[in-house]
Each structure stands twice: as structure tokens, then as C-alpha cells.
């Protein structure tokens, strides 16, 4: 994923989920996903995937037990 996608995604989920403080940031030594953060607060990874020339994007994002209390 280059800089111009990252910059596209995170527009996005900023619009989606009214949050400005969202960040897309580049992972080092991968090419092929991103991290996202909220702040400083690193929530999850975004994927791309590219099968079958049908490009699309996968947000993962891990919720501990821990922070549900």
C-alpha cells in the first residue's frame, strides 16, 4: 500500500466513524498492510487484498476482555 491509499482509507474511516484523530501508518518491512491507531492508541491492522484483480481492504482489530470492563 502506498502513502495516497493510506491517505484515502484514512479519510474514510475518519468520515465513517466521525473520528479525526484516526491514523493509517505505514508498517515497517510490510508492504502489503498498514496499522491504524486512534491518537496515539494502536487499534488494529489494515490488510489489502488484491485476489482475482478485485482490490479491497481489511480492517483487523483485536478487543480484549479487559477492555471491555
Do not use: W
Amino acid at each position: 500500500m502506498d502513502k495516497a491509499v493510506h491517505v484515502k482509507i484514512e479519510q474514510y474511516l475518519r468520515k465513517t466513524f466521525g473520528n479525526q484523530t484516526i491514523r493509517v501508518v505505514a508498517r515497517p518491512k510490510k508492504t502489503d498492510s498498514a496499522e491504524v491507531y486512534v491518537g496515539d492508541e494502536f487499534i488494529g491492522v489494515l490488510y489489502e487484498d488484491d485476489e482475482d484483480d478485485d482490490r479491497c481492504y481489511n480492517f483487523n482489530m483485536a478487543i480484549l476482555d479487559a477492555d471491555l470492563s
